[in-house]
């Protein structure tokens, strides 16, 4: 199975439009959606082409290719605009690995969920990184539409053979293989 992961769209149409590009240009299996889908924030700026009803619209379109994990930003009325369900987190089976996806300002690197876990896949921190630490995996596809710290709008490609985060032109930025 080939996961394409992206975090914190942030209610742009304009990056959100390149979601299904990537999927289709990675032959992707599945999009996770690690969180903070429609709203901007209050410490954000507006992201290009601001739109939370059009990224509704595209996400909604892609509801049978999607797990999407509930953010910090996101709300109640951002479920009754999706087709389709928030989690609070997600636990896959991954190449014999145990996964754990979620938006990560809970849960994350410094501290860790109850379960025992192989990689931790999360958002929030709009960086995106691949990390190893005391044997678990870390990896942060940083934010599509509003990267900090001088980051690019990334995603993560996950599949059998490695972890890859990558720009949103395709570029390789790091990689783990497994």
Do not use: W
Not at 17 to 22: Q, S, V
Not at 34 to 53: E, F, V
Not at 84 to 92: D, S, T, V
Request: charged fraction near 30%; hydrophobic fraction near 40%.
């Amino acid at each position: 199975m080939k996961l394409l992961v992206v975090s914190d769209i942030h209610g742009s149409a304009y990056y959100a439009e390149k979601i299904p590009e990537i999927f289709e240009r990675e032959k992707a299996d599945k999009i996770i959606v690690l969180g903070d889908l429609y709203y901007h924030g209050p410490r954000n700026p507006l992201t290009k082409d601001y739109s939370p009803m059009k990224v509704a619209e595209i996400l909604n379109s892609l509801k049978d290719r999607l797990e999407v994990i509930k953010g910090n930003c996101d709300a109640e009325v951002d479920e009754m605009i999706s087709e389709f369900k928030f989690k609070e987190h997600l636990l896959l089976e991954v190449n014999n690995m145990k996964v754990y996806f979620t938006h990560g300002h809970k849960n994350n690197m410094d501290n860790l969920p109850d379960e025992q876990i192989d990689m931790m896949i999360y958002g929030h921190f709009h960086t995106g990184f691949i990390v190893k630490k005391d044997g678990i995996i870390f990896a942060n596809p940083g934010s599509i539409s509003l990267p900090k710290d001088n980051t690019k709008n990334s995603y993560l490609i996950l599949d059998k053979e490695s972890i890859v985060l990558k720009d949103i032109d395709g570029n390789v930025i790091d990689e783990f293989k497994f």
